[in-house]
């Protein structure tokens, strides 16, 4: 890999209007920073991330999920601006990406797209049917001749369609060159990135501008801008995976984390919600059920059933309003209506309607285990930690404390009684 990637990710993001980093709020489960980052990846082992508001908290984030990426704190207090930002970065390759936190949307392609060719600086532009409120990019026989803000733009230079998509590539001996001799003699004092494009071509440097799709160079500053940027990844992610031979009803009603994954002939119907790093093989899931962070193979599951983190679903049948927590089944028919949470259940099994584990006593969780060909009638609650052994009955309306041996039945009721008449003496005769 011979190029160095810096994505700026130093900001406040005051119009997130939130605490959190603005890099670190979510698209598709995933901080949009850590989009950035995984394009990055593909093209580059020499990553630099820059920080400044909020750094400890966003480089701890970044630490816990990936490895071998370099940080630089901004010196904001003295170098405001993206030029600012710069100001100390050191780069291993010949040449150097430079992109923002804040486009969860690139991907790779657009990235080699901005690698190509000899020129000192690659500029990523973007054409535009309406450039109202953007600068104009000035092109010129194939090359940037100038950038100018639009409240500085000639009447003719108004009807420019080009603009600044804010990504760009450069020599690395310009960085080295440019970045030092910025000035923040602007209104802002502010030392801008942009300054380096006039340096090169006022010493005649080819700047050649690359035409990127607006889409995804789309920065997000705003809780509406992420709403807006979620709708173009969840649409992405669902054509690839329906590509990939998952079927979906009414996809624009199904929610899919770009960390799930699908083998096989999947269906998923309408209002479904599959979310962190689940994986899905040969398996339904049914209307409005939701699954987070779990393994389903050959199962189905809903409608509206929930399938909580680390549990593993095979060729099982989760029925309606049934909720599985940190369990294995295998084999299994949870028919409705029923909570399984930090449990293994073995095949041929039948958990009843209204069947419980009651895996927790307020301090910690405790674990039941039900074997083969258990059949668990309706209204019981098991009381971990518990295990039922093979073959085994639990009679309706039973709470079982203890274990249960191979081939009994359980049975945990008060005695059934009926008084003559009551109906009548309680509501008087008709």
Known sequence: MSISVVILAAGQGTRMKSTTPKVLHEISGKSMLFHAIDAA???????????????ARIQESIEAHYSGIH?????????????GAMKGVHVTHSKALILNGDMPLVTMNALESLMQGDADINMSVIKLDNPSGYGRVVISEGSVVEIVEEKDCKPEQKEIQTVNAGVYCVKKELLESYIPALSNDNAQKEYYLTDIIKMAVDEGKPVHPVIVEEEEFKGVNSKLDLAHAEEILQRRIKTEWMKAGVSMRLPETIYIDSRATFEGECMLENGVSIQGASHIIASHIK????????????SDVGPMGR????????NTH????????????????AGHLAYIGDATV???????AGVITCNYDGKNKYQTNIGKNVFVGSDTQLVAPVTIEDDVIIAAGSTINKNVAQGELAISRAPMKTIKGFFYKFFGEK
């Open 41 to 55: 990846k593909k093209i580059s082992d020499d990553i630099t991330v820059v920080l400044y508001h909020q750094a």
């Open 71 to 83: 940080f630089h704190m901004q010196d904001a207090v003295q170098f405001p601006g993206t030029g």
């Open 287 to 298: 209307t409005h059920s939701v699954i987070e962070d779990a393994y389903i193979q050959n």
């Open 307 to 314: 399938i909580r983190p680390n549990t593993k679903l095979i």
């Open 318 to 333: 989760i029925g309606n309003f049934v909720e599985v927590k940190k369990s294995t089944l295998t084999g299994v028919k």
């Open 346 to 352: 073995e095949e041929g099994s039948n958990i009843g």
